[in-house]
T-cell receptor, first 113, second 117 residues
Framework: DAGITQSPRYKITETGRQVTLMCHQT?????MFWYRQDLGHGLRLIYY???????DKGEVPDGYVVSRSKTENFPLTLESATRSQTSVYFC????????????FGSGTQLSVL | DQQVKQNSPSLSVQEGRISILNCDYT??????FLWYKKYPAEGPTFLIS?????DKNEDGRFTVFLNKSAKHLSLHIVPSQPGDSAVYFC????????????????FGAGTRLTVKP
């Protein structure tokens, strides 16, 4: 099915481990984003990408790494997970910058023990 | 530094009545505003938007009002239905100019709306 999909849906890991969250979209949207949702903070931007091989930091990038070798994929890696990175992570895509209407995936719930 | 604030974490209304969700912002450079709706275990979905050149935008039962001088926007849902029960996020952005290499969209913390039958 067309759309934006995230995997895994749920992930439990331990402090210090590396974790990669996957995001795949079938619309060929140029822009892709990673947000985290925490109680009391709403959605905060971690990283975004304007096109393949172009990425930039958002509001809360520390502890995260992204790559975008293909337009359709935008993985997010936690190089050494910390408890403060326990959160729900949403990937989103954007067709163009004329209306800022984001399309979100269903999210990955990550717990770092 | 929360540039977009939704001061009411929750709101409960009776079916058929009006729901009013509020949002305040501090950055006067914001010129595009959006509302997203989020059901449990799903990602947010776009609901309605408004640009700063307008003070009202309507789409069916949903109307967004913008008061730029007060840096305030609100979402009205009339009539409210049980299926509207969800978390509503307000978002604000500076519409970028080419080469589109910045992103200043900010989200509020969300308001959980419960519509009782």
């Amino acid at each position: 099915d067309a759309g934006i999909t995230q995997s895994p849906r749920y992930k439990i890991t331990e402090t210090g481990r590396q974790v990669t969250l996957m995001c795949h979209q079938t619309w060929s949207h140029s822009y892709m984003f990673w947000y985290r949702q925490d109680l009391g903070h709403g959605l905060r931007l971690i990283y975004y990408s304007a096109a393949a091989d172009i990425t930039d930091k958002g509001e809360v990038p520390d502890g995260y790494v992204v790559s975008r070798s293909k337009t359709e994929n935008f993985p997010l890696t936690l190089e050494s997970a910390t408890r403060s990175q326990t959160s729900v992570y949403f990937c989103a895509s954007l067709r163009d910058r004329s209306n800022e209407k984001l399309f979100f995936g269903s999210g990955t719930q990550l717990s770092v023990l | 530094d929360q540039q977009v604030k939704q001061n009411s974490p929750s709101l409960s209304v009776q079916e058929g009545r009006i729901s009013i969700l509020n949002c305040d912002y501090t950055n006067s450079m914001f010129d595009y505003f959006l509302w997203y709706k989020k059901y449990p275990a799903e990602g947010p979905t776009f609901l309605i938007s408004i640009s700063s050149i307008k003070d009202k935008n309507e789409d069916g039962r949903f109307t967004v009002f913008l008061n730029k001088s007060a840096k305030h926007l609100s979402l009205h849902i009339v009539p409210s239905q049980p299926g509207d029960s969800a978390v509503y996020f307000c978002a604000a952005s500076e519409l970028p100019s080419p080469p589109y290499n910045n992103n200043d969209m900010r989200f509020g913390a969300g308001t959980r709306l419960t519509v009782k039958p």
